[in-house]
């Protein structure tokens, strides 16, 4: 029977690989860079180009019981201090136009390496469904008082023009910079399971990733018994599925009580599906835009 020699140097080689298993970013910090943005560039402000953004593999633990907006800018926190090329000035900035009037609030000011401009940066993470009325398209989202066009008006009029609009009540070391508005709004769009044509809206990403939606009651008619569903737990809704290890996601009956919003992933499909609780509670149970304005 051989011995091992040098078992010193076979655990030191154990030790490098498993190390490089695990030195991989969590997979929040890895969607801020690679999943598709919800909303690409608007007249009033593009995108931010995330080509010189990294996520950082050693950082201090995320809090995930948070709100999920909340979890998201503190994600991108991370990242954008782990960059070379930005530096994080302010977080949260708030607008004041006096002591007790709160115009608005900046979530980001960074710099850029090289340049003289500051960035206004506004984040968000926005999930919707498409839903056909008498009027028109709608796009709710999970909270009732959330929809898709309510959103982007609230960019387009408000939250991507604080910089500008209200510039003299900016901190005084900020007034006399040139400061440009850029965004990042991810999230997904969920189409009813029974739709087969692809929806568009004004500014929405052609290539945002998608879902589908159904009620409650609806699962058995779409969904054969032998079905696998695969609980995604809020923290990593935003998290597009090839990110996800699906080994670590709970099993999910349909016999289960529903009481809130739930996204699956159903056996090995890409597509997330949200299942919506039957339309009889009235308090929101979700939160997801990072302003919460």
């Not at 029977?1 to 490089?20: D, H, T, Y």
């Not at 298993?21 to 890895?30: G, R, S, Y």
């Not at 926190?77 to 530096?87: A, D, G, H, I």
């Not at 929806?199 to 032998?226: K, M, Q, V």
Request: glycine share 4%; aromatic share 8%; hydrophobic share 35%.
């Amino acid at each position: 029977m051989s011995r091992l020699k040098r078992p010193e140097l076979f655990l030191s080689g154990l030790i490098l690989v498993f190390s490089i298993i695990e030195a991989v970013p969590h997979p929040l910090l890895e969607s801020l860079l690679c999943a598709p943005l919800l909303i690409k560039d608007l007249p009033e402000a593009r995108s931010l180009p995330r080509d010189r953004l990294i996520a950082p593999i050693n950082h201090a633990p995320l809090k995930l019981s948070q709100k999920l907006g909340h979890l998201w800018e503190d994600a991108l926190s991370l990242v954008l201090e782990n960059s070379p090329t930005y530096r994080l000035l302010a977080r949260n900035l708030q607008i004041q136009k006096d002591a007790q009037t709160t115009i608005g609030e900046l979530d980001y000011l960074i710099s850029e390496e090289g340049s003289d401009h500051l960035i206004h940066l506004e984040l968000a993470t926005k999930f919707y469904f498409t839903v056909q009325s008498p009027s028109g398209l709608t796009l709710p989202g999970p909270d009732d008082r959330d929809n898709y066009f309510k959103k982007l008006d609230r960019l387009r009029s408000h939250q991507l023009i604080l910089a500008h609009k209200y510039r003299e009540f900016l901190p005084n070391e900020y007034r006399d910079k040139t400061i440009i508005t850029q965004h990042l709004i991810y999230g997904c769009l969920f189409e009813h399971v029974t739709n087969h044509t692809l929806i568009t809206a004004p500014y929405l990403n052609p290539e945002c990733r998608r879902g589908y939606w159904l009620w409650a009651d609806e699962i058995s008619t779409h969904f054969s018994s032998e079905t696998v569903f695969r609980i995604v737990p809020k923290h990593q809704w935003p998290v597009p599925f090839n990110l996800l290890d699906q080994e670590k996601l709970s099993i999910w009956t349909p016999e289960n009580p529903l009481s809130n919003h739930l996204m699956l992933q159903v056996d090995q499909e890409p597509e997330p599906y949200l299942i919506r609780p039957l339309p009889t509670r009235k308090v929101p149970d979700f939160e997801g835009d990072v302003s919460g304005r």
